[in-house]
């Protein structure tokens, strides 16, 4: 049961590069959503998306970009990387069952550490 | 404000002590609650649903003030391994799929 595996787990870029992070869920999740996390910050939604093809902005989705062409995969991709994107990336994925939105449980990668240099 | 705040703490309770924490939620519209568990630098994992009417798993009891919009975890009979930082989570709009995290409080339980 592999369940929702994000790649790489750690990453170091320079300022101006442009990285892109994997992520891939086997449960066939409808939703999936990309987060930072920093100290002090909690988790801030970047991007999410509600099926394939259908993508929508969240809280801090300025300098990123996302696609969602199968369901199973949602890659983010950081076009020109700055010293301010250096944060720890979570996936997470949601069933998205309809009226039950208290079972509607996210489940979350393990991570990726990007340092921007 | 911040739509979810938390105490950061942290927590320094002894094994086998009692210890609650507060979350308080500034969208009155908020349908579901949720408690994660946090380990140190790894993914942030369900600890709880929270209901209404309150709920109890475990050690773990969760309560839900919506008059007052506010969310308790109470830990009963600490163990070493509780030691971590719980998320407060809230949905804030009724279909929406959408998560809005609190920052956490650090929980460390000592011998």
């Known amino acids: 049961d592999a369940g929702i595996t994000q790649s790489p787990r750690y990453k170091i870029t320079e300022t101006g590069r442009q990285v892109t992070l994997m992520c891939h869920q086997t449960?066939?999740?409808?939703?999936m959503f990309w987060y930072r996390q920093d100290l002090g910050h909690g988790l801030r939604l970047i991007y999410y998306?509600?099926?394939?093809?259908?993508?929508d902005k969240g809280e801090v989705p300025d300098g990123y970009v996302v696609s969602r062409s199968k369901t199973e995969n949602f890659p983010l991709t950081l076009e020109s990387a700055t010293r301010s994107q250096t944060s720890v990336y979570f996936c997470?994925?949601?069933?998205?069952?309809?009226?039950?939105?208290?079972?509607?449980?996210?489940?979350f990668g393990a991570g990726t550490r990007l340092s921007v240099l | 404000r911040k739509e979810v705040e938390q105490d950061p703490g942290p927590f320094n309770v002894p094994e086998g002590a009692t210890v609650a924490f507060n979350c308080t939620y500034s969208n009155s519209a908020s349908q579901s609650f949720f408690w994660y568990r946090q380990d140190c630098r790894k993914e942030p994992k369900l600890l709880m649903s929270?209901?209404?009417s309150g709920n109890e798993d475990g050690r773990f009891t969760a309560q839900l003030n919506r008059a007052s919009q506010y969310i308790s975890l109470l830990i009963r009979d600490s163990k070493l391994s509780d030691s971590a930082t719980y998320l407060c989570?809230?949905?804030?709009?009724?279909?929406?799929?959408?998560?809005?995290f609190g920052a956490g409080t650090i929980l460390r339980v000592k011998s």
């Open positions: 997470a994925s949601e069933p998205g069952l309809a009226g039950r939105l208290a079972k509607n449980i996210q489940y």
């Open positions: 989570v809230v949905r804030p709009e009724y279909y929406g799929n959408k998560l809005v």
């Open positions: 998306s509600a099926a394939a093809d259908i993508t």
């Open positions: 929270v209901y209404s």
């Open positions: 449960w066939s999740h409808s939703y």
